[in-house]
């Protein structure tokens, strides 16, 4: 496909064209939305190589799973929706085989935020660590909703379809993930009161690239997409 043609179609258009045997197409939509994708892995799970895997995994389904989209969201959207689900996947399967609990924060130490360089400010850094070891003591299902909503920006509607589970849900989630960060981080507050934003609030920046390849809640469990085929 001619590469000029290739930019001046839509996300649903290169998908039909990768149903349609076209061998390139699948690719361009991956070009596109992989540093989103992976900045939204990155945050959920807390740790690159499961970011990394949970990405593969995603776009796997995504390449296998084409003819199943039917265009009632936007591909945008049922991508996203599959790489939560592929970290929510691989969220649940590391909770069941944890032995120390230490050992998510020792993963937490190691990350930095994907838009900031080795050179951001240590204030930032340590900040930053603090706010991914809270995130990571919540559910999977809030910690979902909470990347999605506080640290990515999405309205609360487009990140229901993204989770593809009720507005009500997500607000839930949210609520909840917020009450129980509440007691760990009031100290990073200027006088120790009052709910910190996640990440400083919404943060759309798009991050790095993948990297190359080297899973009651308080509400409905995510539905919809990102099945490996």
């Not at 039909?16 to 992976?38: K, Q």
């Not at 990155?42 to 799973?65: F, I, K, M, N």
């Not at 689900?85 to 649940?92: E, F, I, K, Q, V």
Request: charged residues 25%.
């Amino acid at each position: 496909m001619d590469d000029v043609l290739r930019d001046g179609l839509s996300d649903a258009d290169l998908l039909a064209r990768h149903v349609a045997g076209d061998p390139d197409a699948f690719g361009e939509i991956v070009r596109r939305h992989r540093d989103r994708l992976w900045a939204v892995a990155l945050r959920t799970l807390g740790d690159r190589e499961e970011a990394a895997d949970a990405v593969q995994d995603a776009l796997v389904s995504a390449y296998r799973a084409a003819h199943t989209f039917r265009g009632q969201s936007a591909v945008t959207t049922w991508l996203h929706r599959i790489t939560v689900n592929a970290c929510l996947d691989r969220a649940r399967k590391a909770a069941s085989r944890r032995t120390a609990p230490l050992a998510e924060t020792e993963r937490l130490e190691q990350l930095i935020e994907p838009h900031e360089s080795a050179a951001a400010p240590a204030e930032r850094g340590d900040l930053h660590r603090e706010l991914l070891q809270a995130l990571a003591t919540l559910p999977a299902d809030q910690r979902a909703a909470l990347v999605l909503v506080d640290m990515q920006g999405y309205p609360v509607a487009e990140a229901a379809e993204v989770l593809d589970v009720p507005v009500g849900t997500v607000k839930s989630r949210c609520a909840r993930g917020r009450a129980r960060l509440l007691p760990i981080l009031t100290h990073l507050r200027p006088g120790g009161r009052g709910s910190p934003p996640l990440d400083g609030g919404r943060n759309r920046s798009q991050g790095a690239s993948v990297p190359p390849p080297a899973g009651q809640s308080d509400a409905d469990p995510v539905k919809g997409g990102g099945g490996r085929a």
